[in-house]
């Protein structure tokens, strides 16, 4: 069973292909909790639940009643297909931690079908969740960005840096890229040397840095240290544009 949580069609806001078209599907569960993102969200039987801006994507004892079990790829294909979109959308998984699912079959089937049918498929993942590749070869054709969490995510160091997880991506995906979220007071307090840490341990791949934020606001406040940051550093800016065109609204 796949646990799909929500699916919308708007444009990329982060990330290499901010501003593309694309569909995205959210699938629920996660390895991790990130509670130092500090994200609150009021679950089905109103009670506050701290996490990251997709807790409700993450948190299965108190969002999963509204999720939608997927037991067969066919379901997903007929959400694509009734949206009549052009016909090789960008498709987005995303989570929650959408590999927790990467040995199911019937997402296997689907993205099958999605790479013959030459769309360009997104992984937005942390990094810590490892593919089989040699079982399942479509995944060498999926697009992977790599958020790797830093300690502003509130999880220990050993559960969310494994190098041996995220170099096997970058060594067999036709395409990756890091993607950092960042803010000011992180920067000024040891972000960016956690930064450079994880990527003397990682395979070359481009580095892509966009400011921390669950909100329009916050985002705002944390633009330009990411910016001169990512000047100083030659990394790319990415702009979270979904969230500052849409602030805290979802399934946009
Ligand atoms: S890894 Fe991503 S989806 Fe999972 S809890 Fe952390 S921020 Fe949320």
Redesign the pocket.
């Known amino acids: 069973m796949i646990p799909l949580v929500e699916h919308f069609y708007s444009i990329q806001g982060e990330g290499r292909y901010t501003g593309v078209p694309s569909l995205f599907f959210r699938l629920g569960g996660?390895?991790?909790?990130?509670e130092g993102?500090g994200c609150v969200e009021v679950a089905l039987d109103g009670s506050e639940i701290l996490?990251?801006?997709?807790?409700y994507?993450?948190d299965k004892k108190n969002f999963g009643k509204s999720w939608q079990s997927i037991t067969d790829a066919q379901e997903l294909i007929e959400i694509l297909q009734s949206y009549k979109l052009p016909s090789d959308v960008d498709i987005v998984l995303t989570?929650?931690?959408p590999l927790l699912h990467a040995n199911n079959p019937n997402l296997v089937a689907f993205l099958e079908f999605l790479i013959s049918r030459h769309h360009r498929v997104t992984f937005e993942t942390?990094g810590?969740v490892a593919v089989d590749f040699e079982k399942f070869p479509v995944y060498k054709s999926c697009v992977y960005a790599l958020?790797v969490?830093l300690s502003n995510?509130g999880?220990a160091y050993e559960k969310?840096v494994n190098p041996e997880i995220f170099n096997a991506i970058i060594d067999e995906a036709d395409e990756t890229f890091f993607k950092f979220?960042v803010d000011e007071q992180g920067l000024q307090t040891g972000l960016s040397q956690e930064i450079e840490s994880i990527l003397l341990l990682a395979h070359k791949t481009e580095v892509t840095c966009m400011p921390k934020g669950g909100s329009k606001e916050e985002v705002e406040a944390n633009t330009n240290a990411v910016i001169d940051y990512c000047k100083a550093k030659g990394y790319r800016y990415s702009d979270r544009l979904h969230i500052r065109i849409w602030d805290q609204n979802k399934g946009v």
Do not use: H, I
Request: proline residues 0%.
């Open positions: 996660c390895n991790m909790r990130c993102f996490g990251c801006d997709t807790v994507a993450v989570g929650g931690e942390n810590a958020s969490k995510s999880e969310r979220t």
